[in-house]
């Protein structure tokens, strides 16, 4: 499919869709095809980079690295309107990259809430953007330059996530602390709950999010082997062990 297009298939490794387009993320840059034509709507190319890249609503957003200098570093931001296939906002946050674009697929990231604001994980900080405006709403900077992505999920106006010595609640509008358990990592909230592991990988914690306190303790069978999803109301482990 798509035979006509092999510069925008290089590498490509995101298919998006929104009523009659898709959109491909690739190495070499974004394109938005008529799904049915092949006709190529509208592209952004860039230079062998990898691509965050969702849609919401009608609102595709990715980012591209700018890495050609390595002492000024940029990571550039781009909100586009698929309807009309315009430009919203771009935004350019100054040295620092956006995370490696293939952790996006687990599960446990969710990036946007209700009200229309986004999360940005950039290697200094967290970021989350107002959709509508690119406006900058709330920020966490993580103080470790050799940090590396880790889970996180924004529900409303509370987000959660894990700063590699502690999984961390936040209030996005007032940037206060709701609660905090050390030595605990996020693997993702569901319903009333907020599902993580203990940093020794020894259990999985089921916490109430609401207050923050550990509700229950699930052994984990295989350790530093952490694989894990929401099955409707069930937690499946390592695709092995099954909890209610």
């Not at 869709?17 to 974004?30: A, C, D, E, M």
């Not at 259990?203 to 099955?231: A, E, M, R, V």
């Amino acid at each position: 499919f798509f035979k006509r297009h092999q510069t925008a298939l290089f590498y490509a490794d995101k298919l998006l869709f929104y009523r009659n387009k898709t959109v491909i993320i690739s190495k070499n840059g974004v394109y938005v095809f008529d799904i049915r034509s092949e006709k190529l709507l509208w592209k952004q190319a860039y230079d062998l980079n990898n691509s965050l890249g969702v849609v919401i609503d009608n609102k595709l957003i990715f980012t591209f690295n700018d890495e050609k200098d390595r002492n000024h570093l940029k990571a550039i931001i781009e909100c586009i309107d698929l309807d009309n296939l315009t430009v919203s906002w771009t935004k350019e946050i100054k040295n620092t990259v956006v995370y490696d674009a293939n952790l996006i697929d687990l599960n446990q990231y969710i990036f946007s809430n209700r009200n229309h604001e986004i999360v940005i994980p950039t290697l200094k900080t967290l970021l989350v953007f107002d959709l509508n405006n690119g406006v900058i709403k709330w920020q966490y900077d993580w103080n470790n330059p050799s940090f590396t992505c880790r889970p996180f999920a924004l529900d409303y106006d509370q987000i959660y996530f894990s700063n590699g010595k502690a999984l961390l609640c936040y209030n996005i509008n007032n940037n206060s602390k709701t609660w905090q358990i050390d030595h605990a990592s996020l693997n993702g909230v569901y319903k009333s709950n907020v599902v993580g592991h203990t940093d020794d990988y020894k259990s999985y914690i089921i916490i109430d999010k609401s207050n923050g306190k550990i509700k229950t303790k699930i052994t984990n069978p295989f350790l530093k082997d952490i694989n894990f999803q929401f099955i409707n109301k069930y937690i499946l482990i390592n695709r092995t062990v099954l909890y209610k």
